[in-house]
T-cell receptor
Framework: NAGVTQTPKFQVLKTGQSMTLQCAQD?????MSWYRQDPGMGLRLIHY???????DQGEVPNGYNVSRSTTEDFPLRLLSAAPSQTSVYFC??????????????FGNGTRLTVT | AQKVTQAQTEISVVEKEDVTLDCVYE???????LFWYKQPPSGELVFLIR??????QNEISGRYSWNFQKSTSSFNFTITASQVVDSAVYFC?????????????FGSGTRLQVQP
């Protein structure tokens, strides 16, 4: 049981490049989400999904796209990277039954640097 | 909007000392969940505890204990007899019991350094 797997662990992009951060979970969780962590600011929600085919925006969605074609995968796409997107990105998943009862399980993070 | 404040940016203690990490939250909702997560130097986020707003019982798990006081909107975390392995950044977070967004509002974290 791998839990939540994020790839890559590290990535350096140039301004304007695009890339996809991968997230996969093997716990059959309906709910998946992406957070970014910036120094001194805790984590902030980017996008989330409550099931395959359903996505919605979080607190800081601009510059990011997501899709949820399967229960297991929830990729995060940066269409045109900007230095302000330099951050550590965390994917998280949970069961939705009993909303709020199930704690989020986080991946190990992807450290992204945009130059 | 919700807000979580962890006023202690960094705490340094010597091994075996007790240490309390403070967490104060703001929300207008009457039903919510509070969490503590640990982020060790390796970077992952480790779930420690969840408490719902109707349960003000304090909880103890080994060397860890949590004091939830609705009257002061606080959810403090105490480590008894700290160890070097407790060195990490600790985050307090709040989640509303909503329709599915399940957004966690995080505090800015407290970095705990336990010296040998």
């Amino acid at each position: 049981n791998a839990g939540v797997t994020q790839t890559p662990k590290f990535q350096v992009l140039k301004t304007g490049q695009s890339m996809t951060l991968q997230c996969a979970q093997d716990m059959n969780h309906e709910y998946m989400s992406w957070y970014r962590q910036d120094p001194g600011m805790g984590l902030r929600l980017i996008h989330y999904s409550v099931g395959a085919g359903i996505t919605d925006q979080g607190e800081v969605p601009n510059g990011y796209n997501v899709s949820r074609s399967t229960t297991e995968d929830f990729p995060l796409r940066l269409l045109s990277a900007a230095p302000s997107q330099t951050s550590v990105y965390f994917c998280a998943s949970a069961f939705t039954q009993g909303k709020g009862n199930s704690p989020l399980h986080f991946g190990n993070g992807t450290r992204l640097t945009v130059t | 909007a919700q807000k979580v404040t962890q006023a202690q940016t960094e705490i340094s203690v010597v091994e075996k000392e007790d240490v309390t990490l403070d967490c104060v939250y703001e929300t207008r909702d009457t039903t919510y969940y509070l969490f503590w997560y640990k982020q060790p130097p390796s970077g992952e986020l480790v779930f420690l505890i969840r408490r719902n707003s109707f349960d003000e019982q304090n909880e103890i798990s080994g060397r860890y204990s949590w004091n939830f006081q609705k009257s002061t909107s606080s959810f403090n975390f105490t480590i008894t007899a700290s160890q070097v392995v407790d060195s990490a950044v600790y985050f307090c977070a709040l989640s509303l019991v909503d329709t599915g967004r399940r957004a966690l509002t995080f505090g800015s974290g407290t970095r705990l350094q336990v010296q040998p």
